[in-house]
């Protein structure tokens, strides 16, 4: 079967850096999405990966190894309006998405 | 209209009725979405279109049927309701395999 897994909550420190793991098991690959979900609102886009390696977007950077199914995402100088839910969705060879439960990020003072 | 809007923002429902959820988008995608977002779950794909007039099951099309006559517009419907569709379902709308936007949402709860 296909699955997506990611942790179900992480707390982090406002200013701090924090990494948000996500490890996935699909039948083919035809990239990676991360989507930020604040509560109570849309999913909305945050970066793709297909090749291996790391992509940099301001305070956010996601991490890709196709080989280990594994990509990260990477949030520097957290601000309290990070306090949200992030998906990581795979897309696969039929090219739809394959979604993962989300992890709540909960950004202290 | 500037992205996608979905209606109505939230509805009660008693089950066995009929309901349709509205989506429309103008951003001129080819490919439409409709999903399913429970609590603890990763959003489930019940129905897609890749271009108007063609349909697709998703993961969980059981109970809900999609239309897509053209472009812009791809309703959702429950035939008969019953209380395991009550969720929050949102409708995304994509060009070829870039990112999906997604609307603000739907929040069904059946009784």
């Known amino acids: 079967g296909q699955n997506i897994d990611q942790p179900t909550e992480m707390t982090a420190t406002e200013g701090a850096i924090v990494q948000i793991n996500c490890t996935y098991q699909t039948s083919g690959f035809n990239g990676l999405f991360w989507y930020q979900q604040h509560a109570g609102e849309a999913p909305t886009f945050l970066s793709y990966?297909?090749l291996d390696g790391l992509e940099e977007k301001g305070r956010f950077s996601s991490f890709l190894s196709r080989s280990k199914g594994y990509s990260y995402l990477l949030l520097k100088e957290l601000q309290m309006k990070d306090s949200a839910s992030y998906l990581c969705?795979?897309?696969?060879?039929?090219?739809?998405?394959?979604w993962g439960a989300g992890t709540k990020l909960i950004i202290k003072p | 209209i500037a992205g996608i809007t979905q209606a109505p923002t939230s509805q009660i429902l008693a089950a066995g009725r009929r309901m349709t959820l509205r989506c429309t988008q103008d951003?001129?995608?080819?490919?439409m979405y409709w999903y399913r977002q429970d609590l603890g779950l990763g959003l489930r794909l019940i129905h897609y279109?890749?271009?108007?007039?063609?349909?697709g099951k998703g993961e969980v099309p059981d109970g809900y049927s999609v239309s897509r006559a053209n472009t812009d517009d791809f309703p959702l419907t429950l035939a008969s309701a019953v209380p395991s569709q009550t969720s929050v379902y949102f409708c995304?709308?994509?060009?070829?395999?870039?990112?999906?936007?997604f609307g603000p949402g739907t929040r069904l709860t059946v009784l």
């Open positions: 279109s890749n271009t108007a007039g063609t349909t």
């Open positions: 995304a709308s994509s060009d070829s395999i870039n990112e999906q936007f």
């Open positions: 951003m001129r995608h080819n490919a």
């Open positions: 990966n297909v």
């Open positions: 969705a795979v897309m696969d060879s039929n090219y739809q998405l394959i």
